[in-house]
């Protein structure tokens, strides 16, 4: 396959999850005419994404999974999911730092978008175990980077595991700034890979404040690995699609909540 029809084929399917995880659902016919392919092309579509868990296939289209995080997405397909909601609440995230602070922040597309943002006039001591927010700081003029050790999730562009761990317990830090895959609020933080659970537990201990960047489509989600309860966080920041009941729960549990 060339690489431009391979290319066209990904971003295909990324638009796809999109409105899928927006309405809840989607149609052959309708994607047909959107995309200019045939409807055998977008039934192909929907068949590899069923395959990889992301849609459930259904008469004339396909539905979105309830529920559930089925992938460890990368970050590549990340990004363009919800990706104007993202920006916004990366811009909203970028004023709640103060200048002289010390921030975690934890891998993730939204969390990049918060780290474009940045005012560089202030300066700052970042922590990162995710080398896509460290290459965006190198250029940085008033940042301290400090990158602990671990090895490489090459999905997440992140560093995990003992050593990872390891550097983190030496520090203590103002503000850590979190992205997740899933996010229920009766219950809690989600991540599709274990290794990230246990970093993103310890990033929570050593932070005077939390703050959980997550679009809405991560709510009422829940994936593989557990991070901890609602409890835990200190803020939330999300879009404007966020439904009052998971609102109302966030509040009553003392998160304060910022629409983006």
Known sequence: M???SRSSTVSRRNDILTSINTDGKVFVEELSARFGVSEVTIRND???LEQKNLLIRARGGAMKIEGRVGVDYNLSEKDKLNYQEKVKIGKAAAKLINDSEIVLIDSGTTTAEMVKNLDES???TVITNALNIASVLINHPNVSLTIPGGYLRKNSQSLVGPMAERGLRNFYVDKAFLGVDGFDTR???YTPNIEEAHLNE????IANEVILLTDSSKFKKKSFAYICPVEKIDVVVTDDKLDNEDRKRLEDAGVKVIIA
């Open 2 to 4: 060339p690489i431009n």
């Open 46 to 48: 929907l068949d590899q």
């Open 122 to 124: 202030k300066e700052l």
């Open 187 to 189: 219950s809690g933080l």
């Open 202 to 205: 310890l990033m929570i201990e």
